[in-house]
């Protein structure tokens, strides 16, 4: 029987160094838009597709997180039968229905290294990532929900993407393939931030991926790449090539929440939502 995906696996390790000097001490994952912090709108995500066990991979400096994923009994007792009470009735729904549990990424080697430092809480079965700096929303269903319906098909690993501008090919994974429905491109090839005139399509992989757990052999055998960092494109590059990768053009909006500009795009955006 085909495994079914229960986890979610949120890398939330890195430096945030385009945020500095807010990321010193505070975790870019819990910057908030409007009120909440990209972490909980992944999480929210993530619940919103069915998945309640969260996996998060952390660093130095990111206790908030666990904090932020945790009662707050001093809090709550001021607040409890207050007109502020409903404010943290989100939160305390997703403690109350999910479990959570963090590892520490020791050295911030790159994503596919984080990835890697996260299969102790992962295991052998196939998995969700969400890079809660990429804000996604839409009014149907969730990008990471599209994904998980396009997995029972396909079975295999797939990486959302996104048509971006051919000069920004050097901030993104690229992917190369061919259509074999609409928006769902069989991979063949994947580089990590090319330049454009070397990149193979205008497709960008942005956060949100599902994994089969061969992902994990294959990044141990993965050699640092762009960056001096272990890729996840180089290591689902090797999946691409035994033809068990697909990218998923998804349904939505996604906000690059790691940069000032999406940033300030997304609080513009979810403001107008809440206000209309
Ligand atoms: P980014 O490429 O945005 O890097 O990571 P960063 O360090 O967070 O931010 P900048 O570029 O210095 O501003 C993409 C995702 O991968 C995680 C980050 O937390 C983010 O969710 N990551 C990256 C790790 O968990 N560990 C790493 O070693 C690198």
Do not use: W
């Not at 229960?6 to 945020?19: D, E, V």
């Not at 959570?100 to 992962?122: C, P, W």
């Not at 501008?165 to 491109?185: F, H, L, R, S």
């Not at 069989?186 to 399509?201: F, G, H, I, L, T």
């Amino acid at each position: 029987m085909n495994k079914q995906i229960i986890k979610c696996l949120f890398p939330a390790a890195g430096y945030g160094t385009r945020f500095l000097p807010a990321t010193k001490a505070i975790p870019k994952e819990m910057l908030p838009v409007l009120t909440k912090p990209l972490l909980q709108y992944g999480v929210e995500e993530a619940m919103s597709a069915g998945i309640s066990t969260m996996a998060i991979v952390t660093g130095r400096g990111k206790r908030a997180i666990e904090d932020h994923f945790d009662r707050s009994y001093e809090l709550e007792h001021q607040i409890d039968g207050t007109s502020k009470e409903p404010l943290m009735s989100g939160i305390r729904s997703i403690i109350y229905d999910c479990t959570f549990s963090y590892t520490r990424q020791v050295e911030m080697k790159g994503l596919g290294h984080a990835i890697l430092t996260g299969e102790t809480l992962i295991g052998n079965e196939p998995f969700a990532v969400i890079l809660a700096d990429d804000l996604c929303d839409n009014d149907g269903e969730a990008v990471l929900t599209q994904m998980i319906k396009l997995y029972e098909k396909y079975q295999c690993s797939i990486v959302a993407v996104e048509e971006i501008p051919m000069q920004d090919t050097n901030k993104y994974g690229v992917i190369a393939g061919k259509e074999i429905e609409d928006g769902i491109v069989k991979v063949s090839n994947m580089v990590e931030k090319p330049d454009p005139k070397d990149a193979p399509s205008n497709l960008a992989i942005i956060g949100r991926y599902i994994l089969t757990p061969d992902i994990f052999d294959i990044l141990k055998d993965t050699k640092a790449g762009k960056g001096g960092e272990i890729q996840i494109t180089d290591a689902l590059l090797t999946q691409a090539k035994q033809g068990k990768v697909i990218a998923y053009k998804f349904k939505g909006k996604r906000f690059d929440c790691g940069s000032v500009d999406g940033f300030v795009e997304a609080t513009n955006y979810f403001y107008e939502k809440k206000i209309n």
